[in-house]
């Protein structure tokens, strides 16, 4: 069996083919250019691809998710040139004749995560990506949540204390959400250079204080059982440590139930994704396989 799956992303897209058991057979990758261009491309490379069974698509959002609606597949109001309310399924429906389906590229990734990655086992589980924005996709009782439209983590309000940390935050629409004060973006724009060189260790304190609300957060709010953290900021040596340690003094022994202190105390709690780079695309397939 073969299966398609599209990871679209906001500056590039993978198109890849699987075999529905958590390994790709191929992939290409092309930057993200207008609508009509970049889903031609896609086009052209599953019209070489034998017996496809049906094409998922992992979006960067907003996008439409809800399968009743009339725009299901949309990309939603977006600032990025020309992807407003374009749609991303029809063309893929109509040339190929297989099921298509489409999700965020977080929630793509939590089920991914969920069936082949560090989800494995749970049903109950959060993915959270930390780079260039923050986004996250929320399983609970094994299937994503949509909700209203779908969740937007990254957006949650956090303590921000202005003396320790004047920036204002970087969010387009809120300034100093979790997004705006923890992002890759919002690090570079605070101290003027990359995550990935950033070397000052109270910079990395304040980053895992920040992750560490939201983290809590997520806990008190979905009672998670794990949180998966990918994106690029995360691959800070020592910083998924520094989280963890944070998120137990935040929650403090509350809830004392059986077993719930040892959990939360284990490295198991707050982890690194299992599938590297492979979530989205595994994730787009996973949507229709
Ligand atoms: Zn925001």
């Not at 320790?164 to 979790?178: K, N, T």
């Not at 995550?195 to 560490?212: F, P, R, S």
Request: charged content about 20%.
């Amino acid at each position: 069996m073969a299966y398609g799956g599209i990871e679209a992303g906001g500056t590039k897209w993978v198109c890849a083919v699987g075999d529905g058991d958590g390994v790709l057979t191929e992939s290409v990758s092309f930057p993200t250019t207008e609508p009509q261009q970049t889903l031609e491309r896609a086009i052209e490379f599953f019209a070489t691809q034998a017996d496809l069974q049906g094409i998922g698509v992992a979006a960067f959002g907003p996008v439409d998710v809800r399968r009743n609606s009339a725009e299901y597949g949309h990309i939603a109001a977006t600032p990025k040139p020309g992807w407003a309310h374009f749609d991303l399924l029809t063309p893929l429906r109509e040339r190929f004749g297989v099921p298509v389906a489409i999700d965020t590229d977080v929630n793509a990734a939590a089920l991914a995560e969920g069936r082949w990655g560090s989800g494995r086992g749970l049903e109950n589980f959060v993915y959270v990506t930390v780079g260039t924005g923050i986004g996250g996709g929320l399983v609970v009782g094994g299937q994503p949540v949509h909700g209203l439209l779908h969740p937007e983590l990254g957006h949650m309000r956090i303590p921000h204390n202005r003396e320790r940390d004047p920036f204002p935050g970087c969010c387009p629409f809120h300034g100093d959400c979790l997004e705006g004060l923890a992002s890759g973006e919002a690090m570079r724009q605070r101290h003027g250079i990359r995550a990935e060189q950033l070397q000052d260790d109270a910079a990395w304190e304040l980053e895992a204080d920040y992750l560490a609300s939201a983290f809590t957060n997520i806990f008190y709010t979905v009672s998670t059982e794990r949180i998966i953290v990918g994106g690029g900021v995360p691959q800070r040596p020592g910083l998924l440590e520094m989280v963890r340690e944070r998120v137990r003094a935040l929650v403090a022994g509350y809830p004392d139930a059986e077993g719930v202190a040892e959990w939360l105390s284990a490295d198991e709690f707050i982890v690194a994704p299992g599938l590297e780079g492979q979530a989205g695309a595994l994730g787009a397939i996973a949507l229709v396989s």
